[in-house]
């Protein structure tokens, strides 16, 4: 038996990495955000869990990349022209789990406040029982449905990416780029 434990987090005032599953557009805190890449190079790969959609390579270590639509209650779809990867680090025990996670298309930056941000639940887009929802930023006629990268996998999954040998100590970079 699994105990989960965890602690609330609502959405913080800051930066947010937006992007469109469908007609929905979400973000993730900037911080979490180690870069963004196109899908060309997406292989699959027989020794990863089955929740991976496939690797791809980076800087000699292969990220495996997960799709963010079956997560959120959403029908898969072919990539599209704009269909893109956004690579997240997400902290797990006493390391870091580097993981790409497939989008439609990657939309802008954009800075939140705290009067923006609603830590409600965010209706019906994101499924009422999706993981790692914060809550909804607002940005004009906009809403986004922000994300949490460290909730979007369970414990297991992420014990299961660690055994595909691509966990890194805390603070080391395991693959190039800036944040």
Not at 49 to 72: E, K, S, T
Not at 85 to 101: F, N, R
Request: glycine share 10%; no cysteine; aromatic share 4%.
């Amino acid at each position: 038996m699994t105990v989960v434990t965890s602690i609330a987090k609502t959405a913080q005032s800051g930066k947010y990495l937006t992007f469109l599953l469908g007609q929905q557009e979400y973000g993730l805190e900037i911080l979490s955000v180690y870069q963004v890449n196109s899908t060309a190079g997406l292989a699959r790969d027989p020794k990863a869990p089955p929740f991976i959609r496939g690797v791809i390579n980076q800087y000699g270590l292969d990220v495996p990349v997960a799709d963010l639509r079956p997560r959120l209650g959403l029908h898969p779809v072919e990539d599209g022209a704009k269909t893109s990867i956004i690579v997240v680090k997400i902290p797990h025990q006493v390391a870091e789990v580097t993981l790409g996670l497939v989008v439609d298309e990657v939309v802008e930056v954009v800075s939140l406040g705290e009067k923006q941000i609603q830590t409600a639940a965010p209706g019906p887009h994101a499924g009422a029982d999706a993981p790692g929802v914060l809550g909804t930023g607002r940005l004009g006629a906009r809403k986004i449905t922000l994300l949490d990268a460290e909730m979007l996998l369970t414990d297991e999954e992420l014990a299961a990416l660690s055994r595909m040998d691509q966990v890194a100590p805390a603070g080391r970079r395991t693959t190039g780029g800036t944040r």
